[in-house]
């Protein structure tokens, strides 16, 4: 279920419309009548006056709730309102094209165009809890985008949808829209005001069945993790390299976010070369540990390579970046225990303990793992 797309039931519109011209035009090409689309037993059409009784009495409280409706069945007068603006936006240059969806010869939901201008369309569905679960959605769906790409002309389709409406999410996925991001707070959904996460598709996007959709489709849609990357610099006594940092109080080990594209191991060498201005080699993997969410940040995963022994000169040799970096400074490992973040200095305890043993950790809020 998309934006609201039975905003007319309750009498109103957000999106507004175009002004409607009062003076008849004497050439006026009239509007082609709203075609009826197939997919086997799927069927795309208008509304008739026989739908209007079975449509009203389908909705559920899942509608009411995505869509912020007051009541969960509105009134026969409500429907039968919405069905003739929907006819009226339709005759109004298609600036709003609603299709009743037909499943095995019944009623079972509705999907919905708006034209909101610059070749770009807005979609919303809704499917009636009978017809829930057969890939009845997907299909209409579909049927609606190749509408609009192939008859209206349209460039690039827009759906804005719930972050907890999971069923939704992955419907739009499998549709071909790509997620483009989070709008906070975006608008008033009944009593509150809600996230929408924005997803598109663009008229020359690949089919989302063919294997480069499949791939764009997962690409934008998967889960991504933030990475860091850190090196383990030591003296010949075995102090460890702490950086002073400017953005927090506890000093941390160097390095830093691995960029897009870049590897863990090129993204330390990056890093430690833009802050302390000294060449390093990423000689081994360390550990890898994961980092649960701290103080507002997401949870990550840090590696952390061993970027070697040096003398303990190499601090008067680097070339701090003022804007990150206050000082650098070997520790000990009672420094590190008052200095450093508590997982950091239990990250470090643990690695000195178990030189060989730690390829994988979990340490931040719990202990690390056996």
Known sequence: MGSNPWEVLLGHSKYGRRERQTAPYADAVPMPEQPTLRDGDVVLRPWSE?????????????????????????????????????????????????????????????????????????????LFPDHRGRGVAIRALRLLIQYAFDELGLIRLEAYVQPDNTHSLRLASRCGLRREGV????????????????????????????RDGFISMLNAGLPTKRVIAQGLIQNPEGHVLLCELTYKREWDLPGGVVE?????????????????????????????????????????CTFVFDLGR??????????????????????????????????????????AQHPQHASYLEIGAEPPLP
């Open 183 to 210: 709008l906070r707070r975006r608008e008033t959904t009944g009593a509150e005001r809600r996230d929408y996460v924005l997803l598109a598709r663009l008229v020359e996007d690949p089919d989302p069945q063919s």
């Open 310 to 351: 040096h003398d303990s000169e190499l601090i008067q040799r680097m070339r701090l970046q003022p804007a990150e970096v206050i000082a650098a400074h070997w520790c000990s490992p009672q420094t590190v225990a008052s200095r450093a973040a508590a997982a950091t200095a239990t990250l470090l305890g643990y690695l």
């Open 50 to 126: 026989a739908d209007i009784e079975p449509a009203r009495l389908a909705h559920d409280e899942e509608i009411a709730y995505w869509f912020g409706f007051p009541v969960v069945v509105p009134s026969a007068e409500q429907q039968i309102a919405a069905v003739d603006r929907w006819r009226e936006a339709y005759a109004d240059d298609r600036r709003m094209v609603n299709f009743l969806v037909e499943h095995a010869g019944e009623p079972a939901g509705m999907v919905e165009l708006r034209q909101v201008g610059d070749g770009r369309g807005q979609l919303s569905w809704a």
């Open 260 to 300: 897009q594209g870049e590897s863990p191991a090129q993204g330390v060498v990056r890093e430690v070369g833009e802050e302390l201005g000294i060449e390093v080699v990423a000689t081994r993997l360390v550990t890898v540990n994961w980092l649960p969410p701290w103080r507002g940040w997401d949870d990550a």
